[in-house]
């Protein structure tokens, strides 16, 4: 079974400086896909980038990047220029890719990291 | 981005009562549903696959006779919580797949939480 796994419960940053969120995963698939999504205090789940497997290159979306880490197992989040806004919980999420089976679409989720931005 | 709506958002019932929560998808269809369950502070833990016009595929641990599930079209899909108990007190968020082309995104419900005295 795939696992994922966030070694910290929380962190912070202060407003405009850099954070990293750690995540490493652990699968047997070749096709997968992985994600990390924002809980915000109102519990929306609000996807903030993806990244296919088989894609060398990272995923970038505006102040939000991660460095994934194939052969590690590692998909850290990068979020640059902190904001008040980025405030929340964030996960990172598995997903089998279509060879995957019935596993396909379903998300494991990590434990997530609570993220606090001080002005 | 595509929206998916959830109703009731909060729910109060007493012991023994059952419990029905609707997720549907506003401005796409969606043949993929999925069910979360998810306790106070703590992570999503995937309860259910509902498919349109097929049986729901439930997660080992997972009650189906409990958590019964229907999807009846490309847009609505329903959680009846039966013979609710207090131990079934939770947020329940669902997620709909959108399929442009070759890539599918999730998108999710603004979640329901159900408080069983």
């Known amino acids: 079974a795939q696992t994922v796994t966030q070694s910290q419960p929380e962190m912070s940053v202060q407003e405009a400086e850099t954070v990293t969120l750690s995540c490493t995963y652990d699968?047997?698939?070749?096709?997968?896909?992985l994600f990390w999504y924002k809980q915000p205090p109102s519990r929306q789940m609000i996807l903030v980038i993806r990244?296919?497997?088989?894609?060398?290159q990272n995923a970038t979306e505006n102040r939000f990047s991660v460095n994934f880490q194939k052969a590690a197992k590692s998909f850290s989040l990068k979020i640059s220029d902190s904001q008040l806004g980025d405030a929340a919980m964030y996960f990172c999420?598995?997903?089998?890719?279509?060879?995957?089976?019935?596993?396909?679409?379903?998300?494991?989720f990590g434990q997530g990291t609570i993220l606090t931005v001080h002005p | 981005g595509a929206v998916v709506s959830q109703h009731p958002s909060r729910v109060i019932c007493k012991s023994g009562t059952s419990v029905k929560i609707e997720c549907r998808s506003l401005?796409?269809?969606?043949?993929?549903m999925f069910w979360y369950r998810q306790f106070p502070k703590q992570s999503l833990m995937l309860m259910a696959t509902s498919n349109e016009g097929s049986k729901a595929t439930y997660e080992q641990g997972v009650e189906k006779d409990k958590f019964l599930i229907n999807h009846a079209s490309l847009t609505l899909s329903t959680l009846t919580v039966t013979s609710a108990h207090p131990e079934d007190s939770s947020f329940y968020i669902c997620?709909?797949?959108?399929?442009?082309?070759?890539?599918?995104?999730?998108?999710f419900g603004p979640g329901t939480r159900l408080l069983v005295l």
């Open positions: 990244q296919e497997a088989y894609k060398q």
């Open positions: 401005d796409f269809q969606a043949t993929t």
């Open positions: 999420a598995y997903s089998a890719g279509r060879a995957g089976g019935t596993s396909y679409g379903k998300l494991t």
């Open positions: 997620s709909a797949t959108e399929s442009r082309g070759y890539q599918e995104t999730q998108y």
């Open positions: 699968t047997s698939e070749s096709d997968y896909y």
